[in-house]
Every structure is written in C-alpha cells, then in structure tokens.
C-alpha cells in the first residue's frame, strides 16, 4: 500500500467508547490522520489489503484493489480519530472498508457522468476485463460500472464461471441453481457490459467448456 493519502469518503464511522486499552489502541491513536495512516501504511499490520481483497470478493464488484486499499486504510485513519473499542476491531475495519469501497464506486460513477478524465494507469479491474472480454481499458471503468449494477447473483455466478474459471456445473450445484440459471446470469453481465461500451454479443472463451 502507497503511502498517499486519498481524499476522505465521508464521516467517521466509528463510535466513541470508553477509555482504556483496546485491540489496535496503538496503531489506531495518533496525533492526527495523517500520523494514524503513516503507521497503517507501514507494512499493513492491520492487514487492510487483504480485508479488501475478501470484500471485493464477497461482494462481486469491479474495482482497483491497489486503490480500495488506499482508500479504506485513509476512511479507517480518520474514523480512528474518535475511534475507542466499540464496536469491536474486526467489524469497525470491515464496516470502514465497506463504505470507502462504496465511495470509490460512487466516484467513478459520478466521473463517468461528468466525463472526468482520468489519467491514472488502468487499474487491476480494468485489465482483467481487457484480457476477458476484450474491453480496450479506456471503455472497461464504464463496462465496470455497468457490471456493478447487476443483482449480486449475476455478479457472483459471473466472476466465479468466467473469471475465476469455476465449472459451471459445479458452481450450479454448489449454490442449488440449475445450469440453464447459472447461463441466464453470465449472460445478464455480458449483456449489461456489452450495452454499456457499444459491444453487442460479448462471449467468454472457454467458460462453456468449463461447465
């Protein structure tokens, strides 16, 4: 994780509790944001990183992990301002990478509508999307956008079939669909994707295979 400090999503989400120690206390009290964040960057010991990468699965969205990261570990140093204890650490980090995750979404969304151009290098997302389907990365942010606003259903199914490469079958039998369910949800993403950048009949290669 960088060590530039993103702009802020928002309000603490954290809720003040009573004195004394605490787990984090030490890496969570600082002088300021800015001090709370210099020791969450260093070397990750609340390993922020791989809480966003769980997130990001479980969620099923299209977003840069690397700036996630940056910005939940920024959302968590300014909550942990008035931060002391309650709710407990492993919930108060989820709850923070949640909203940052939520705030990045609703970013690029509002830059897509304003036609924000954005001159950062493609992000993990995007690449991925350009290897799978062929989205050249300056339309792949708005195809992300339009794929994360699907039902999480079609969200999962999609991302566990053709991107992680999971048998169709056996994603159908693990989650108690029928296989015909599991192709009418990869193909509500196709669709949504396809639409949103002008690409008609987008296909995964091989996912059928897989099945």
Same mark, same amino acid.
């Given at each position: 994780?960088? !060590? ?25 009290? /600082? ?7 210099? +020791? ?10 791989? !809480? ?29 301002? $008035?931060? !002391? ?23 690029? $969304?509002?830059? *897509? ?20 389907? /062929? ?6 942010? $708005? ?25 169709? !079958? ?20 196709? $669709? ?6 002008? +690409?008609?009949?987008?296909?995964? *290669?091989?996912?059928?295979?897989? /099945?």
């Amino acid at each position: 994780m960088g !060590r530039v400090v993103p702009p802020d999503d928002g309000v603490d989400s954290g809720r003040s509790g009573p004195p004394g120690d605490w787990p984090g206390r030490e890496l969570l009290s /600082g002088s300021s944001p800015r001090a709370v964040l210099a +020791k969450l960057c260093d070397g990750d010991p609340l390993e922020i990183g791989p !809480r966003v990468i769980d997130h990001l699965q479980d969620a099923a969205v299209l977003v840069d992990p690397q700036r996630a990261s940056s910005r939940a570990a920024a959302r968590i140093a300014h909550a942990a301002m $008035r931060y !002391r204890g309650r709710p407990e650490l492993s919930a108060f980090l989820q709850r923070n990478i949640a909203d940052a995750i939520d705030g990045l979404i609703e970013e690029e $969304r509002e830059n *897509e509508l304003a036609r924000t151009l954005i001159d950062d290098a493609p992000g993990a997302h995007l690449l991925f999307l350009w290897k799978l389907l /062929g989205i050249e990365p300056a339309l792949a942010r $708005r195809a992300s956008m339009a794929f994360n606003r699907q039902p999480i259903d079609a969200r999962r199914a999609f991302l566990a079939v053709a991107g992680y490469r999971t048998p169709l !079958r056996e994603y159908a039998l693990r989650n108690e669909m029928t296989e015909e369910r599991v192709r009418e949800l990869l193909s509500l993403g196709l $669709r949504a994707m396809g639409a949103a950048v002008g +690409k008609q009949g987008l296909s995964v *290669e091989g996912w059928e295979d897989h /099945g």
